[in-house]
């Protein structure tokens, strides 16, 4: 499982400074062109105005060559999906989109295709978040209730995006997002990769490589946490 992966998990599509996905283009068309896309089967499913959001994102990607159909608006979307050249699944509330793939049945299409089938798969934020084993770590609101927080588990760790660092000399007496993964950790005995803004993963097989100008914190199961620097080799986290 995972010899065909062709990922890219972005923290985040909107990074201060640039327009929408504006940082991560060279990291979409290296993805893109490689797999010969030219049409992206965007999943909007966390956000509530699905066609405002397809157009966000048709919007950001035409410039640049790419069309993108909103999955959606298609009659049969398991069709649809096997018949896509690329998947990109959007930010917004993980809760909600993960109880959208449940309700849909899609989890099970999407994860075969993805691992046997080599089908592409962009996440960003909530679509980086149900990338992963599970949701235990997003930053989310639960305002939705999904029957599980099982994932696709397309890489078999999670991630937390949007990491932030604890903030220097606050007042703030609640408790650090730090401190809220390492209670994740202390509990499931699992790797957790902090993304801070602007960051990604990118999964080739079972190659993953750090991408971005920052660096990402790993937060682990025997030990502390660990810095570690853009380009870095992360494909010792598929194999846990």
């Known amino acids: 499982m995972g010899g065909a992966r062709n990922l890219l998990l972005l923290s985040s599509s909107r990074l201060h400074g640039h327009g929408y996905l504006e940082h991560a283009r060279g990291q979409l068309e290296d993805l893109f062109k490689g797999a010969n896309v030219k049409t992206v089967l965007f999943v909007p499913y966390a956000l509530r105005d699905h066609d405002k959001y397809t157009a966000t994102v048709r919007e950001a990607l035409k410039p640049w060559g790419y069309n993108v159909e909103g999955l959606h608006t298609k009659a049969d979307r398991e069709k649809a999906l096997k018949e896509a050249q690329a998947i990109f699944v959007g930010g917004g509330n993980t809760f909600v989109l993960l109880r959208t793939l ?4 899609l989890l099970d299409p999407i994860r075969e295709l993805v691992l046997q089938q080599g089908l592409p798969y962009v996440g960003s934020s909530a679509g980086t978040n149900v990338a992963t084993r599970s949701i235990h770590t997003t930053n989310d609101m639960p305002v939705a209730y999904p029957p599980s927080f099982e994932a696709l588990a397309l890489v078999p760790f999670n991630i937390n995006p949007h990491y932030l660092d604890p903030e220097v ?3 703030h007496k609640g408790e650090t997002r730090d401190e809220r993964i390492e209670e994740f950790v202390a509990y499931h005995k699992l790797p957790v990769l902090g993304l801070r803004e602007g960051t990604s993963v990118r999964v080739q097989g079972e190659k993953a490589t750090l991408l971005g100008d920052r660096n990402a914190k790993l937060f682990k199961p025997d030990g502390g946490p660990e810095e ?13």
Request: aromatic share 10%; proline share 5%.
């Open 102 to 105: 449940y309700e849909m049945k």
């Open 228 to 240: 570690l620097a853009p380009q870095a080799d992360l494909s010792f986290l598929l194999h846990k």
């Open 169 to 171: 000399g606050s007042q």
